[in-house]
């Protein structure tokens, strides 16, 4: 067996966390063309589990493919249009207090995810159909840093398959 020197580390290409870059269809311009994205977690995949627990012990097995999501951190501009766009697309999902059918007519919106490689070379875009989970919140603090907000995103398509 061969040993792990630091010349063989530095023959890697690491991948970089902070080279990426988000598109969402539909958003206000002018964040049509980009996403004001500062962090993005997305799971590669999602496993769900049974569990079956008997006298002697237990047996934990694979069951199936779990829903997936997205989690989103963004600023904003002063007048908030990213935040208005979120408000109505939600409105739009929920109508008299019910949620509308998610059959593709307007509720659902693409976002595309593409990695940059090395000089500047990006990597074929992940792309997703998705709406939003949970709540959009805003907190307010007394550091004189821009507005963050964070939205979580339930995936319903992998364009990717």
């Known amino acids: 067996m061969s040993k792990v020197t630091l010349a063989s580390l530095r023959t890697i290409n690491w991948g970089a966390s902070y080279s990426w870059e988000v598109v969402f269809e539909g958003a206000p311009a002018p964040f049509n063309t980009f996403f004001p994205a500062v962090n993005i977690t997305f799971p590669v995949y ?5 569990s079956w627990n008997f006298a002697q012990g237990a047996l934990v097995l694979p069951q199936n493919e779990g ?4 989690q989103l951190s963004f600023l904003d501009e ?9 408000v109505e697309w939600v409105k739009s999902i929920t109508k008299d207090g019910c949620v509308a059918y998610m059959d593709g007519s307007g509720i659902q919106r693409k976002i595309s995810i593409v990695k940059v490689l090395k000089n500047d070379v990006f990597d074929k875009p992940r792309e997703y159909k998705v709406v939003p989970r949970g709540e959009l919140s805003w907190v307010g603090s007394q550091a004189s840093t821009a507005r963050q907000f964070t939205q ?3 995936i319903l398509e992998d364009m990717n398959k």
Do not use: A, M, N, Q
């Open 46 to 50: 999602k496993l769900d589990e049974v």
């Open 67 to 70: 829903v997936r999501g997205i």
């Open 78 to 86: 002063e007048k908030e249009p990213l935040v208005s766009w979120l």
């Open 152 to 154: 979580g995103l339930i």
